[in-house]
């Protein structure tokens, strides 16, 4: 079964301008989460979406938003981008979302590289 | 509010020497525990979980972890390093609804 797929893989951008992540989670998967990840901070959480719906939301600024379709699939955007944007932003995806992380485990894909110059 | 440390960012092992990563949590009633590995331009991978029962836990790749309560830890072992098993190990605490992660541990395994 296919797993978590992250589109684009790399990117480059410039202040002040905006950019959307794409993630398509492993089939049947409803919950998707995403993650900052800095050499400096390590993975912080940015939010939640199960079944469309945002469940959970880290403490990030309202420039970072993202959204969940019908068939899972979710967007994160981030406008006006600052030079500390720049990190791999992972995905992940779970049958039961974080909720159930008991008897569930989450499946990451491998991240898009964003640069902000 | 929940947190995990991890506090040494290096760890250099011999190959085929016992490794041991380190992780202590904070977190409110019983924790879910985790560790996950991730190998270079690669994402997270899943290794073991902590859920409740057994106080050791074996995961994937030769893996183990131990849960001590009173110490607030859950320190990621393995009896014989592989030069295969240098990566960065990050350990993780779900509480309420969030997943906490540590900052990670880059383990290297010299030959």
């Known amino acids: 079964k296919a797993g978590v797929t992250q589109t684009p893989r790399y990117l480059i951008k410039t202040r002040g301008q905006q950019v959307t992540l794409s993630c398509s989670p492993i089939?049947?998967?409803?919950?998707v989460s995403w993650y900052q990840q800095t050499p400096g901070q390590g993975l912080q959480f940015l939010f939640e979406y199960f079944s469309e719906t945002q469940r959970n939301k880290g403490n990030f600024p309202g420039r970072f938003s993202g959204r969940q379709f019908s068939n899972s699939r979710s967007e994160m955007n981030v406008s006006t981008l600052e030079l500390g944007d720049s990190a791999l932003y992972l995905c992940?995806?779970?049958?039961?979302?974080?909720?159930?992380?008991?008897?569930?485990?989450?499946?990451f894909g491998e991240g898009s590289r964003l640069t902000v110059l | 509010a929940q947190s995990v440390a991890q506090p040494e960012d290096q760890v250099n092992v011999a190959e085929g020497n016992p490794l041991t990563v380190k992780c202590t949590y904070s977190?409110?009633?019983?924790?879910?525990l985790f560790w996950y590995v991730q190998y270079p331009n690669r994402g997270l991978q899943f290794l073991l979980k902590?859920?409740?029962?057994?106080?050791l836990v074996k995961g994937s790749y030769g893996f183990e972890a131990e849960f001590n309560k009173s110490q607030t830890s859950f320190h990621l072992k393995k009896p014989s390093a592989l030069v295969s098993d240098s990566a960065l190990y990050f350990c993780a605490v779900k509480g309420n609804e969030k997943l906490t992660f540590g900052t990670g541990t880059r383990l290297t395994i010299i030959p």
């Open positions: 089939s049947g998967h409803r919950s």
């Open positions: 977190v409110s009633g019983n924790p879910y």
């Open positions: 902590y859920i409740t029962g057994d106080n």
């Open positions: 992940a995806s779970s049958l039961v979302g974080l909720a159930g992380l008991g008897t569930g485990e989450l499946f």
